[in-house]
């Protein structure tokens, strides 16, 4: 079993929707808490970093931790066409360590 | 805005060639990670430095493949030889003291 478990999708909302993303982890000693998203060929892109548990919003971007639960979550409000893309959870568990990866989960917004 | 800096992009060559890779980290960034993606899959560390020295490479396979970071600056990923399961992309981080990582665009190989 991989220590950070994620939907591979693919997931098809149509534009305007609500996107929830969730990954679960195993290693409670987990601290810090990242959101890349990645296009098809390109490097993955920072999205959200968190800090322990709680929840942090930037424009239609909400991250969410719930380290009781080993879960987190990213929710995409309004969604566009150009959201498509793969989104990748990560963790750590000190800042500046390697970072473990989900596998990613493939979204695609239609217009 | 800076970013990190990766080359080639792309690089084909047929298994039992050596092949490398360049990073130039974001300026200032001590850390330095390199990373393999196998597709559909996500990253997976392959090496850390701190300046020029090396703090992780436990899943480096130190058969083929070798890192080094000189001057504490760019850096150089080498393979060889090179073999089919070594078709993936090359991603490069870099972070600051305490920070979070910050991608380049990658480097995708494909070995024939």
């Known amino acids: 079993q991989k220590e950070v478990e994620q939907d591979p999708g693919p997931l098809s909302v149509p534009e305007g929707a609500i996107v929830s993303l969730n990954c679960t982890y195993s290693n409670s000693a987990f601290q810090y808490f990242m959101w890349y998203r990645q296009y098809s060929r390109k490097g993955p892109e920072l999205l959200m970093y968190t800090y322990s548990s709680g929840n942090k919003e930037d424009g239609r971007f909400t991250a969410q931790v719930d380290k009781s639960s080993k879960y987190i979550s990213l929710f995409i409000r309004d969604s566009q066409p150009s959201d498509s893309a793969t989104y990748l959870c990560?963790?750590?568990?000190?800042?500046?360590?390697?970072?473990?990866f989900g596998g990613g989960t493939r979204l695609m917004v239609k217009p | 805005e800076a970013e990190v800096a990766q080359s080639p992009r792309y690089k084909i060559t047929e298994k039992s060639q050596a092949v490398a890779f360049w990073c130039d980290p974001i300026s200032g960034h001590a850390t330095l990670y390199w990373y393999r993606q196998i597709l559909g899959q996500g990253p997976e560390l392959l090496v850390q430095?701190?300046?020029?020295?090396?703090?992780?490479d436990s899943q480096l396979p130190k058969d083929r493949f070798s890192a080094e970071r000189l001057k504490g600056v760019d850096s150089t990923l080498k393979i060889q030889p090179a073999e089919l399961g070594d078709s993936a992309m090359y991603l490069c981080?870099?972070?600051?003291?305490?920070?979070?990582?910050?991608f380049g665009p990658g480097t995708r190989l494909t070995v024939l």
């Open positions: 430095f701190q300046d020029e020295s090396v703090v992780d």
């Open positions: 990560a963790m750590t568990l000190n800042a500046g360590n390697m970072l473990t």
């Open positions: 981080a870099s972070s600051g003291w305490a920070d979070t990582q910050y």
